[in-house]
């Protein structure tokens, strides 16, 4: 490091605008200088264990040894060309691979740059496929109450919480917004199980089916809704009323795929088929920015017949050679180092976190799912500000617990080893314990 970390925080301070923080926050970044497997070291020396894999993308840890063989042999051969009229051996091969391990079916890849381009490219790629087969009028989305699905302004519009989108009023597109099926969606909603939430869906996708393209959904857990945990038997369901009405399913497996729920995709759980998958963070190892859209060889069909039906869409780094070249070592190494078996072993120990903290007063609803797990802190009084109370007590403790609000909540690297694990539950264990005023009590 040629600067020192008051110079750095002072250029940070004049010239960098953090994302999802205010321009006056009074909270000082921490300066970071190295990382490495399931934690990194900040410029006074301290190792904090990364409790949300960098916002869910490092999901085999920092700077994973194979993953940087095989960028540093990549960039020695071929760093970057488009896939305008190009092709190589990277994006080739990792398209097969992909097509290999995702539900049967979604044969065509499409590469973008990180989970909001995957999802703006399902957007656009389904909107494009009805306009050509005739359903022009099929051009409105589906999402739930809560749902995350990126920054860009069709992913936004997706997004089903009000103070993300609010602030782009016109600009965001129609979206129909129908209940979540977590159990505790929202206000105004809290009672609503998936059942009564898929009722609500199928009678929307029923009366609109002639100008709803299709439904965007998180299987399994909305992340940032605060890591909400909802029944297979609900995607089960979606997938049999939306293939009644050609209604289009598009999973964003941005965060819940890669092994995070404890099976490779999450909608395996519930023995569903989507017809577009998004991916994204762990799909390039959190080393580099790269996604995909895998697209159901049906939908193909739409794009046949010329130029002037082609998809119209694509970026500078379609495909770049160094981020295919590391989302196949990710592939290679979530195969040859049985990470998800790795995630049904450590799962427990999540789980005995979550309970363990919620047998503290004003904790609740421990939930847990693979290697998320996540509780929810009471607001109110002194503790309005619980979640970030805790992230500062973590920090002391030597972890990176950023919540959701006053979510807090687990997802480490899935191959975090047992005695990093250990550490950072306990540390969460004991972070909520001191910050909700009480012992830790039980076996911890
Ligand atoms: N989809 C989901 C489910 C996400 O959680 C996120 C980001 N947290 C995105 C899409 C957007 O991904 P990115 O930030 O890489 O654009």
Not at 369 to 397: H, I, S, T
């Amino acid at each position: 490091m040629t600067l020192t970390k008051d110079e750095i925080l002072e250029l940070d301070r004049r010239h960098v605008w953090h994302p999802y923080t205010a321009i006056d926050d009074g909270r000082e970044p921490l300066v970071i200088v190295a990382d490495e497997g399931a934690s990194f070291r900040d410029a006074d020396g301290r190792r904090l264990l990364d409790g949300n894999s960098s916002w869910w993308a490092a999901g085999l840890g920092h700077r994973h040894p194979r993953l940087v063989r095989a960028l540093v042999a990549q960039a020695e051969r071929l760093g970057h060309v488009s896939l305008a009229g190009l092709t190589h051996e990277p994006a080739a091969l990792l398209a097969k691979e992909l097509a290999e391990v995702a539900p049967p079916g979604l044969g065509r890849v499409f590469y973008s740059d990180d989970g909001s381009t995957a999802v703006e490219a399902a957007l656009k790629l389904s909107v494009q496929y009805f306009r050509q087969t005739g359903r022009p009028g099929k051009h409105r989305f589906m999402a739930l109450r809560g749902a995350f699905h990126g920054e860009t302004l069709g992913a936004s519009s997706l997004g089903g919480v009000d103070l993300f989108r609010s602030g782009f009023g016109p600009l965001v597109c129609d979206v129909v917004h129908v209940p979540s099926p977590a159990p505790e969606d929202d206000a105004a909603a809290v009672s609503a199980t998936w059942q009564q939430a898929f009722a609500r869906a199928a009678e929307e996708i029923t009366a609109q089916r002639e100008h709803i393209a299709g439904i965007v959904v998180e299987p399994l857990v909305q992340g940032a809704a605060g890591m909400q945990i909802y029944a297979p038997a609900y995607l089960a369901e979606l997938r049999r009323v939306t293939a009644e009405h050609e209604v289009l399913l598009i999973a964003d497996e941005v965060f819940t795929g890669y092994g995070r729920t404890g099976t490779m995709w999450a909608c395996d759980q519930a023995g569903v088929v989507p017809d577009l998958l998004c991916l994204g963070k762990t799909f390039s190892g959190g080393l580099l920015p790269m996604a995909a859209t895998l697209v159901s060889e049906r939908l193909l069909e739409g794009f046949r017949g010329g130029r002037e039906r082609a998809f119209l869409h694509g970026h500078s780094f379609c495909g770049n050679p160094l981020g295919a070249a590391v989302a196949r070592e990710v592939l290679a190494v979530m195969r040859e180092e049985a990470v998800i078996e790795g995630v049904q072993k450590k799962a427990p120990r999540l789980r005995r976190a979550v309970e363990t903290a919620a047998r503290l007063p004003g904790v609740r609803r421990p939930r847990q799912l693979g290697m998320v797990a996540a509780v929810d802190l009471a607001e109110g009084g002194y503790l309005g500000n619980a979640g970030w109370r805790v992230y500062e007590e973590g920090l002391r403790r030597g972890a990176y617990l950023r919540p959701l609000g006053d979510t807090v909540y687990l997802a480490p690297p899935l191959n975090i080893d047992d005695a990093d694990l250990d550490r950072l539950c306990s540390i969460y264990e004991g972070s909520i314990a001191t910050v909700m005023g009480a012992a830790v009590m039980g076996a911890g």
